[in-house]
């Protein structure tokens, strides 16, 4: 089966606001430099079809979108409201990413598990606004 996280990495990346939001900070990993907007993919596993467990698979993602606590990388993306839009742009790209395709696999269909929660990262300090939410990717393997 596809590797999920991959695909929505490579949606979120190609998504235009997004990357003008990020630019290839769509990680798997939080970075060391928190001082620009980043967003983490984090796979939470998910059942292949029991009907055609060959060809389908539902894989679900938390989606982790972070914003420097005060420093600016744009005129929106500082502080809780910065983590919000960031949030707001990746779940529009990701809800609209049905039937997009690369060489790991295609996306079948997207669904929401879990809407958007403000939960700020307090491992940091000062604390790093985060903003996640939890989607949903069936996948099928390219034929």
């Known amino acids: 089966m596809p590797d999920a996280v991959l695909l929505a990495r490579a949606v979120l990346v190609a998504d235009e606001a997004v990357g003008e939001a990020v630019g290839d900070r769509v990680v798997t990993m939080s970075p060391q430099d928190t001082t620009t907007a980043w967003i983490r993919l984090h796979a939470l596993g998910g059942p292949r079809s029991i009907s055609a467990p060959q060809r389908l698979a539902d894989r679900s993602i938390q989606v982790d979108c972070f914003a420097p ?13 910065g983590a919000m ?41 000062p604390p790093t606004p985060r903003v996640l939410f939890t989607v949903s990717l069936t996948v099928h393997p390219l034929p």
Do not use: H, K, M, W
């Open 69 to 81: 606590a005060s420093a600016p990388s744009g005129p929106l993306y500082s502080g809780d409201s």
């Open 85 to 125: 839009a960031l949030a707001l742009l990746a779940e529009a790209a990701l809800f609209a990413s049905a039937g997009f395709s690369n060489p790991a696999g295609i996306i079948v269909y997207v669904r929401e598990i879990q809407g958007l929660q403000s939960l700020p990262d307090t491992s940091r300090t």
